[in-house]
């Protein structure tokens, strides 16, 4: 008797496209072909102004190209992920789940947006609609914030360490004289809620934390420059009835852009992989 798969499993090569082509999306361009699980990136879905630059980074990866989200719902993705930046979940994710498409998301603090949220769960829970799926980013931890909050989390810490150079362009700008600094300096202090929307290229693992944790007003963030760094440190300090944890990480940026670590891209590349797999462990 032949047996077939009771999963609406796309067929042998599944259709994978890119929101966006910045230093994410080309590592896990580059990375994912050398899996055993045949997966590889076809698409990406850039801005309609962007330029030579972009058409030259696609054509060396050999992905199609569109710069519309009609004419990606035309190419009939099996997968979307995004890999652009809060304004892309934002503008893109609802209608891409409306439509069916399963969506991957990096740029997690978007979903600080209580309405935006309520949008994306909308979506992916309507007539047809696809699955969110939200990486896990450049932090780890999660399942312990996830399976320990099951009976009650009192405090969950987070605390940001990255380069000056990984903060410029950012409000720390306004807080500290990066450029002068001699040691490591907190320039910020508060919750996810506001380090997610005041940090977007920086501070997507503060989301990721409260979203699986004690909530985004509920989780305490520091953010600090140190000269000293070489990459980029992340620490989740967690404590309920389950007891106490702590998870500290020291991140290799990724070569093209020293704000996003190459982790979070490494967690994109799983999380794609996961979602075609019938068994994960
Ligand atoms: N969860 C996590 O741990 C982490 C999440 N991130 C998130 O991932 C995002 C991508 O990171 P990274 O690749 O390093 O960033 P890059 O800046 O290198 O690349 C992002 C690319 O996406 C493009 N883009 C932005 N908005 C859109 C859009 N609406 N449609 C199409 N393309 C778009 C940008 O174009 P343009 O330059 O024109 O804006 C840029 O080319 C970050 O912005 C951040 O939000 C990053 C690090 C860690
Ligand atoms: O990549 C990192 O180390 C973290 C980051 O930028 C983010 O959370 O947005």
């Known amino acids: 008797m032949t047996r077939t798969d009771p999963v609406s499993a796309p067929a042998a090569s599944p259709r994978i496209a890119v929101i966006g082509l910045g230093a994410m999306s080309r590592s896990l361009a580059r990375a994912l072909p050398r899996g055993a699980e045949g997966l590889r990136i076809g698409a990406a879905l850039v801005r309609p102004g962007s330029g030579a630059e972009v058409e030259a980074a696609a054509a060396a990866a050999g992905l199609e190209l569109f710069r519309d989200l009609a004419d990606l719902l035309a190419w009939a993705p099996d997968l979307v992920v995004e890999c652009a930046g809060h304004g892309a979940v934002r503008d893109l994710a609802p209608g891409l789940l409306e439509a069916g498409v399963p969506v991957v998301v990096v740029s997690i603090g978007a979903l600080g947006d209580a309405d935006l949220r309520g949008r994306l769960e909308a979506a992916a829970a309507g007539p047809g609609g696809g699955r969110l799926t939200v990486a896990s980013g450049a932090i780890g931890g999660l399942d312990i914030l996830r399976t320990g909050g099951r009976a009650g989390l009192s405090r969950v810490v987070y605390r940001g360490v990255k380069p000056p150079a990984a903060w410029k362009g950012t409000p720390a700008e306004d807080a500290v004289d990066l450029d002068a600094l001699t040691e490591p300096t907190v320039f910020f202090e508060g919750d996810a809620a506001e380090a997610s929307a005041r940090f977007p290229k920086n501070a997507?693992?503060?989301?990721?934390?409260?979203?699986?944790?004690?909530?985004?007003?509920?989780?305490?963030?520091?953010?600090?420059?140190?000269?000293?760094?070489?990459?980029?440190?992340?620490?989740?300090?967690?404590?309920?009835?389950?007891?106490?944890?702590?998870?500290?990480?020291?991140?290799?940026?990724?070569?093209?852009?020293?704000?996003?670590?190459?982790?979070?891209?490494?967690?994109?590349?799983?999380?794609?992989?996961?979602?075609?797999?019938?068994?994960?462990?």
Request: no cysteine; aromatic share 8%; proline share 5%.
């Open 204 to 281: 997507n693992v503060t989301a990721a934390v409260a979203l699986a944790g004690i909530g985004f007003t509920g989780t305490r963030v520091s953010l600090i420059a140190d000269p000293t760094a070489a990459g980029n440190r992340h620490e989740v300090e967690g404590e309920g009835a389950f007891g106490t944890f702590r998870v500290a990480l020291s991140n290799v940026p990724l070569p093209d852009n020293p704000k996003t670590s190459w982790l979070a891209a490494l967690s994109v590349e799983e999380a794609v992989v996961r979602h075609f797999q019938s068994v994960s462990y």
